[in-house]
């Protein structure tokens, strides 16, 4: 039994390398499917957690949609006049996007970092920080982008989708799904008990409220029109709704590189953290 | 005591391997290899060797430095200093090549709670790449090692301790580890859980496993490992087979007296001379001596009539207490 090593079932691993942060190390080792693979073992028990969150964006879109806009007219949007319904569904998928990104990576991983030891496990395997941290990323854009998925067809069935451009949304809700997700795993590394999230959902709160999400950002003054634009959730329901309508502007490029960024820089930071958190 | 059976000759300079040229052979060597964490030095420069197909063990009181060391091992934590090799690679650069053939029991169960007990088997294997159907196969073969079978598609919430450490076990043997690192396997658990345990261990040993166990269950020690280090404030404090080790720091019998007063037991103190050594407990005196008997035979020839009275084999715990002393450590 001991004499065989297991050589057969670990070839082609990166070793050395995984230990540096750079670009491609952050996306960690192949291995890192097995920490997908762990999340469908676990949903495959409890896949009506996952069914609830499908339902969610019909929610929205019907009571923010349809009932809001009994009350609201149509809206300027630029040069177009747009319906409400047509005006607030690319907020809310930005939304959505973020809140789901936000429930896996701060919630989720918080319980599996202080109380299931999920990682301290996986960690004695072949498995590296940066595989974990790939793997869990990966779930959470396969999970995001099955509700925005759904989110997507409730906007076409309900006739939200203004142009063909729309399909577009769909990656750039996974855009903003990977910065949000990021941000929050690195954000949990820091917390220390379930206290701490009063904070966390004290920077969540306001910014899905205030984000241009509900209403145009030109109602709000100039200096604080300023300081929407600085937040997150903005870049990506501007980064929505223009591709929606269909008018794409250069600062789209802007926003989308700004979600880019973010993304990357949380994965860094996290992988670091949890680098020191669980390999002490 | 099984230890007997390998017996290395002779006394050893340091917890090398007792064989010569073995160092190119060691599945673990370690020199001067040190752990720091902040200010605190968890452990002060240890050497020693692991070979193939022995039980290695480490004791110490809690706080000793053994997880920290096992941890090393594992490449679960970086060395602060020292050189460690693993397998004859690097723990620094090879981390995943190297857990890739190791078995790990951790000191705190940390099987999944969210998967059943198979799927926990399961998915273990598949994080070492092994394919699904042959992952299914050696998990249902482990089940039945662990006796676990009939608990496959239950909780792993639902199992009692003795269950969940035998589950972890079978799990560290999913990869069939060349080297499989116990850190307190049996601690927590109710005798009949920890014989069980013995047996199973003793087992894999006889199968040809190379094991690495830490525990303060001397009795395990004494009948698993073939050579052991006791381990103090991050250092040996001693090192050899268990025989060797009583030999060397402890005498062949013990005869433990209690009485029924403080008085009397002061009184007896002049007992101190009739054995090699003595060791005045609150409750009682310990007589360390080659022939329990001839000296149990002197303390009632000089008129002592202790409450009770015991003749005893030295036993590896009796080494360990003389080593580390009879604080309370936390």
Redesign the interface.
Known sequence: MSTTPAGDTTRGTTSGTTLRITPAALLGSRRAVHMVERNVYVYRRSWIFLVSGFFEPFFYLLSIGIGMSSLVGPLRVGAETVAYPVFVAPGLLASSAMNGALFDSTFNLFHKLKFAHTYDAVLSTPLTVADVVAGEMGWSLLRSGLYALSFMCAMAALGDARTSWAALCYPEALLVAFAFSAVGMATTTYLRGWRDFEMVMLAIVPMFLFSATFYPLSVYPGWLQAVVRLTPLYQGVALLRGTDLGSFQWAMAGHAAYLAILGLVGLAATRARLGRLLLP | MVAAARGTPGAVASAAAPSAGAQDTALVVARGLVKR?GQFTAVGGIDFEIV??ECFGFLGPNGAGKTSTMRMI?C???ASGGTLRVLGMDP??????I????G?V?Q?D???????VL?NLI??A?????PKAEARRRAASLLELAQLSERARDKVESLSGGMKRRLTIA?ALV?????LILDEPTTGLDPQARHLLWDRLYR?KQ????LLVTTHYMEEAEQLCDRLVIMDHGRFAAHGTPLELIGRYSTREVVELRFATPREQADALALGETAQRMEVLPDRILLYTADGDAVLAEVHRRGYAPVSELVRRSTLEDVFLRLTGRRLVD
């Open positions: 964490f193939p197909g594992s679960m934590s970086p620094a650069t090879d981390g995943p090549r857990r890739a053939r190791l790990l951790p705190e940390s099987l999944d709670l969210e998967l059943t799927d998915l273990y598949r994080y070492f790449d092994i799990r990869s069939q580890p060349d080297l894999l199968e040809g496993v190379t």
